[in-house]
């Protein structure tokens, strides 16, 4: 373009120089148009030439907005993005009580160990501040607890230690017999000689309370043990006195064949006349039952008698057994036998054989003039046994 020069004093000179400067302006604009950035230079971008709203967010580069480019208080609660205060973005001790919310802090805020005593206002910590169980034995100081700082009925169950309450921690009196279970009080829990007979109440000890052996005869008024105080059965040998028991004391009947010893009815206890003949034992040649073994298996007696013409004169061997009229005396046991023999047909005559020499085979040995045997065995065997001839 080249230079115009002109003083403008005239109309056509100004005319001319204004279409000039409008010609340039225009192709100076076309041309900063046209320029990339880099080809304006620094600063000519100032504030005047930015219209107002023309900065958007596109157009900042990141981080250039600074610190000294806000304003004080131009970074509000609202510009704030949710988690974007970090631990570092907060000065040290800037985080003061007003600014906590109430309840904010929990147990995973404090650190381990963090609050100490110092930290703790006088009376800050009210019960409801306290977690249960979280008090324990070594976080107190001895003695640290006052009767006064525990509430009424604070104290539970679930808050005493066992076996903590010791005899001195029980008021006189303060266990009554509806605090005591049933079966508690055993023979540890009562002191020797201390429950005397006043004590005792009509018909509360019971028999599973006492143990075996432990009534004795200092514990007894004279004449408390009655008939109805004796169960059945509890009197037995060992504990009646020798001779205690005298006739006026057994009842009638009472004396029964199996309570009579054997062998202990002899002649003197007997009464004149007091066995009628139809009382007594009758000797048969057929099994008489006489009694029972102590197995329970009957025993039985048989009555034998060989006529003259049976007997030898000679010295010989009298086999009661072959007499007895069992089946099997495989399945018999000899218990007693009496063999007796006559040297003529009448019993003045009559010889005592005793016993047979062999228990077993109930032999006699007779001499030469026995004329007849007379005698019984005693056995036992089962009913089953017996011939039935």
């Known amino acids: 373009m080249s230079v115009l020069e002109t003083n403008g004093t005239d109309y056509a000179e100004s005319k001319l120089l204004n279409n000039w400067a409008a ?22 971008v100032t504030t005047l030439k930015i219209g107002d709203g023309a900065v958007s967010a596109e157009k900042l580069a990141s981080a250039s907005v600074t610190t000294a480019k806000l304003d ?20 040290q001790g800037a985080v003061n009580n007003n600014r906590i919310a109430n309840g904010a802090v929990d147990e995973r805020c404090i650190a381990d160990g963090a609050v100490t005593t110092e930290k703790l206002a006088d009376k800050a910590v009210t ?21 006064a700082a525990i509430e009424d009925g604070a104290v539970t169950t679930e808050k005493i230690a066992d076996y903590a309450v010791g005899q001195q921690q029980l008021a006189q009196g303060a266990v009554s017999n509806n605090r005591i279970q049933d079966d508690a009080v055993d023979e ?5 000689n201390s429950v005397g007979f006043e004590a005792l109440k009509v018909a509360s000890v019971g ?29 037995t040998g060992i504990k009646i006195a020798t001779d205690a028991i005298i006739w006026q004391k ?47 298996t009957p025993v039985w007696r048989q009555a034998f008698e060989d006529a003259p013409e049976q007997i030898e004169l000679s010295d010989q061997s009298f086999d009661a057994k072959s007499r007895m009229n069992v089946i099997s005396h495989g399945l018999c046991k000899i218990i ?20 047979a020499e062999n228990d077993s085979s109930a032999s006699f040995i007779i001499t030469a003039n026995t004329k007849r045997v007379y005698g019984y065995v005693d056995f036992i065997t089962p009913a089953s046994n017996l011939s039935q001839q």
Request: charged share 25%.
């Open 127 to 147: 019960g409801d501040n306290i977690a249960n169980n979280t008090i324990k034995a070594e976080n107190m100081a001895p003695n640290a607890i006052k009767e």
């Open 23 to 44: 010609e340039y302006a225009k192709q100076v604009l076309a041309d900063h148009k046209e320029r990339t950035p880099i080809d304006h230079p620094d600063g000519s």
């Open 207 to 235: 028999n599973a309370a006492i143990i075996p052996g432990c009534i004795q005869n200092r514990h007894m008024a004279d004449d408390s043990i009655g008939t109805d105080e004796l169960i059945n059965g509890a009197v």
């Open 188 to 192: 540890r829990c009562i002191a020797p």
């Open 72 to 91: 004080d208080q131009a970074v509000t609660t609202d510009k704030i993005d949710d988690y974007a205060v970090t631990t570092v973005k907060i000065a």
């Open 336 to 355: 007693d036998q009496r063999a007796y023999g006559t040297a003529m047909d009448t019993p003045e005559g009559m010889i005592d054989y005793g016993p």
């Open 250 to 296: 057994i009842a009638d009947g009472a004396v029964i064949t199996d309570k009579i010893a054997d062998g202990a009815v002899t002649a003197e206890k007997l009464a004149d006349g007091v066995i009628p003949s139809a009382g007594l034992i009758t000797y048969s040649t057929t099994p008489q039952r006489i009694g029972t073994w102590i197995d329970g």
